[in-house]
């Protein structure tokens, strides 16, 4: 039962934050574009359901898997880890206002492989910031977005 309870969650949260999506209201001029401020949230909505059905799915299978124990109530690491990815999400959001955007995931990058226990240095710094470069590539030069660079940088 606990091995369905979290993907169950995710595909709740992914139709209610689906449906608050959907209610965002749009100017005028932007309901008929194609690209709009309803597209990302909606788009992460479907991502979120489509990866919590095969979660779901194969905890069914597990669950009925005798053979197996139960998980430990007593193991706190997997809560230790959640609990340091949390307060790293909660810190990128605050930072964002004074690092910008990119620096910020970085930092939330890092903080969140050291959380799960990556140890490699050349993963722990290399993979955030190839990919803080890669979205900034992206976003602000091939789409010519722009993003407030933070305070820190202005």
């Known amino acids: 039962m606990t091995r369905r309870i979290a993907p169950l969650a995710f595909l709740v949260l992914a139709i209610?934050?689906?449906?608050?999506?959907?209610?965002?209201?749009?100017?005028?001029?932007?309901?008929?574009?194609?690209?709009?401020?309803?597209?990302?949230?909606?788009?992460?909505?479907?991502?979120?359901?489509?990866?919590?059905?095969?979660?779901?799915?194969?905890?069914?299978?597990?669950?009925?898997?005798?053979?197996?124990?139960?998980?430990?109530?007593?193991?706190?690491?997997?809560?230790?880890t959640a609990g340091l990815i949390a307060a790293a999400v909660v810190a990128f959001g605050l930072m964002i206002p004074f690092a910008g955007l990119w620096p910020s995931t970085v930092l939330l990058l890092v903080a969140s492989l050291l959380a799960t226990g990556e140890r490699r240095w050349l993963v722990v710094l290399g993979a955030p910031a190839a990919l803080a470069l890669l979205g900034w590539l992206v976003v602000e030069k091939l789409l010519g977005v722009y993003l407030d660079p933070g305070l820190w940088f202005d």
């Open 16 to 80: 209610a934050y689906g449906w608050m999506a959907n209610r965002i209201e749009l100017d005028p001029w932007s309901a008929a574009e194609a690209l709009n401020a309803r597209t990302l949230p909606f788009i992460y909505a479907v991502l979120l359901a489509l990866l919590s059905v095969p979660l779901l799915v194969r905890g069914m299978q597990v669950q009925g898997n005798a053979a197996q124990d139960p998980p430990n109530p007593r193991d706190w690491r997997g809560w230790r």
